[in-house]
């Protein structure tokens, strides 16, 4: 970190401040981190793929990422109409809706997973009334797609919110004087503008879902090859001591991880300019 | 039920403007978009408290003061009161390092300490496992010295601090970036010492910001899951917190009492979202 730019400034601070906030994150995130790379070394390259694509490990990732990603589009779909109710009517206990949209922020992962586990269980108060319809949630991969998407609930109505706020009307007055529908404006004006802050949100809502292990533990069922989340697969490795096991797999997933984060910070710098 | 200085933006600034639905549409959209919160929100969050009471008050009150229930809810609180405060005072010192000064790679930095949020909370433990556990780096020294940390109360506290670890610095530096800092430098300049800046300027004007944080840090610091249940072994009475000890009591089909020791944790993500949205219309106030 350069220091030069300290002499512009006559605030006092800059030097133990940023000091120490190198240090705490060294300590607490960057060396553990570096930990779990330098270990992933132990293997051999034949034997790190050999622990990162084993028929279970595969699975897992097709479960983990493929009900990550459809949790993620329904909260896009659904994120954008909360977000737009929300914003634009008015109706009874909006103000309550509202500060309830962070609950899965708030929640520990646990309660809500035996929480979520009991009402979309057979006999449960939602259960009871899907599964005479054929739909089995509870111990299913539905349920995962279940989970991942309360998780992930608030991510882009907070993130689509804020920009509905701010849009100008003048934009949706001309478009209706130049003969649009309502449904015009909404596709072809509205839309377009809100674009990088729904994919923002999707982006998050999916990594978080990705790695997200305490709600949908609860509900899984955890079955090999079928319902198991990548996440459950790395405990279960070192439950049985193979930590080398645990940790190349560990090593996969925070590299989806970081890829997830850059493709967060592009969004939000490509909507940052957008907004321009 | 407008909050003032809330730009006025419903139907009613729409109406006879041709620039909102019929009546019609905007009664289906709210109705589809309670209904989604209904079935992932509201019915869950209701079900916690109906399961909790289900075997009446006297269950109720018993599994909460049982002994494990009581050495669980104060491994909690004490973990929470350690890892709180020092992130606290990081992210107060990282705030005013980013916000107040210019240096290359800051924007790099903000991205490093967003980092805990994006790693799934299995891996948060698991690096803790493998530097401070029996097969990890320092695992043999530490054992040696008869420190244990991986399976004891240090773990669960590193594993809260890790993932807790970006809450009040990120609500922080985009607060105190808005502000500017003429305030601070008219202090300076005046003969103000860098602690009197910070305590008689910055912190009346961002007060609200920290609450939100620190409430924020704390919910999930309480409610964490997954990462502390990798560091902690699981041994019930001693390194059980909340969460944990909701998870055994499910496994074990005490469901009544489970739900009733969750309901607790229910009631703080309660309080938490309370207070957060005072601090919202605070800060939005005082904008």
Do not use: W, Y
């Given at each position: 970190m350069a220091l030069h730019n300290k002499k512009n400034s006559v605030i006092p601070g800059f030097g133990p401040t940023l000091g120490y906030t190198i240090f705490y994150l060294s300590l607490i995130v960057l060396i553990p981190l570096s930990a779990l790379v330098i270990k992933s070394t132990d293997l051999s390259w034949q034997q790190f793929v050999g622990a990162v694509t084993a028929d279970r490990v595969l699975a897992s990732y097709r479960v983990t990422f493929g009900a990550a990603l459809m949790a993620a589009a329904a909260n896009a779909f659904f994120g954008v109409l909360v977000a737009w109710v929300l914003v634009r009517y008015r109706f009874p206990g909006k103000r309550l809706v509202d500060a309830l949209v962070d609950l899965p922020f708030a929640l520990p992962t646990a309660v809500a997973g035996i929480t979520l586990a009991t009402v979309y269980s057979s006999n449960g108060w939602l259960g009871r009334y899907l599964e005479p319809r054929g739909i089995k949630v509870a111990f299913t991969p539905v349920g995962i797609f279940v989970a991942m998407t309360f998780i992930g609930l608030p991510f882009v109505v907070r993130t689509v919110q804020p920009v509905l706020e701010e849009l100008e009307s003048e934009v949706e007055e001309a478009a209706v004087c130049l003969g649009a529908c309502r449904w015009q404006t909404f596709s072809r004006v509205l839309f377009p503008t809100l674009l990088p802050s729904v994919l923002t949100g999707f982006a998050l809502a999916f990594a978080r879902a990705v790695g997200e292990y305490g709600s949908v533990i609860f509900i899984?069922?955890?079955?090999?090859?079928?319902?198991?989340?990548t996440p459950l697969l790395i405990i279960t490795k070192l439950e049985q001591y193979d930590y080398a096991g645990a940790t190349a797999i560990a090593s996969v997933m925070l590299g989806a991880s970081f890829i997830l984060l850059f493709a967060v910070n592009l969004l939000q710098w490509w909507s940052r300019r957008y907004a321009e | 039920m407008h909050l003032p200085g809330?730009?006025?933006?419903?139907s009613t600034a729409f109406a006879g403007r041709g620039m909102t639905e019929p009546a019609l549409v905007r009664w289906f959209l709210i109705a589809s978009a309670l209904a989604f919160l209904a079935l992932f929100l509201f019915v869950p969050l209701a079900a916690v408290f109906s399961q909790a009471l289900e075997k009446g008050w006297d269950a109720y009150i018993e599994a909460i003061r049982e002994p494990d229930a009581l050495t669980a809810i104060k491994l909690t609180v004490v973990t929470a009161a350690i890892a709180v405060p020092l992130n606290l005072v990081f992210g107060v010192s990282a705030a005013w390092a980013i916000a107040k000064f210019k240096f290359r790679g800051k924007s790099f930095l903000i991205t490093l300490i967003d980092l805990p949020f994006s790693v799934s909370p299995v891996i948060s433990g698991l690096i803790y496992v493998l530097l401070f556990g029996l097969q990890g780096w320092l695992g043999p020294w530490l054992q040696e010295h008869n420190v244990k940390i991986i399976f004891a109360v240090p773990g669960i506290v590193l594993a809260t601090i890790f993932v807790t670890f970006p809450f009040v610095a990120r609500e922080l530096i985009p607060l105190m970036e808005a502000q500017g800092k003429d305030e601070e430098e008219a202090a300076t300049v005046l003969g103000a010492s860098g602690l009197q800046t910070f305590f008689r300027v910055t912190l009346p004007n961002v007060r609200w910001g920290i609450i939100y944080g620190v409430i924020l840090c704390n919910a999930r610091a309480m409610g964490e899951f997954g990462a502390v249940s990798v560091v902690s072994?699981?041994?019930?009475?001693?390194?059980?917190t909340v969460p944990l000890h909701v998870e055994i009591l499910y496994n074990e089909y005490n469901y009544a009492a489970a739900f009733a020791v969750a309901s607790l944790l229910a009631l703080l993500a309660l309080v938490t979202l309370a207070v957060k949205s005072v601090a919202e219309w605070k800060m939005r106030k005082e904008a």
């Open positions: 899984a069922g955890n079955m090999p090859m079928v319902s198991e989340i | 809330r730009k006025n933006r419903d072994g699981h041994i019930r009475g001693s390194t059980n």
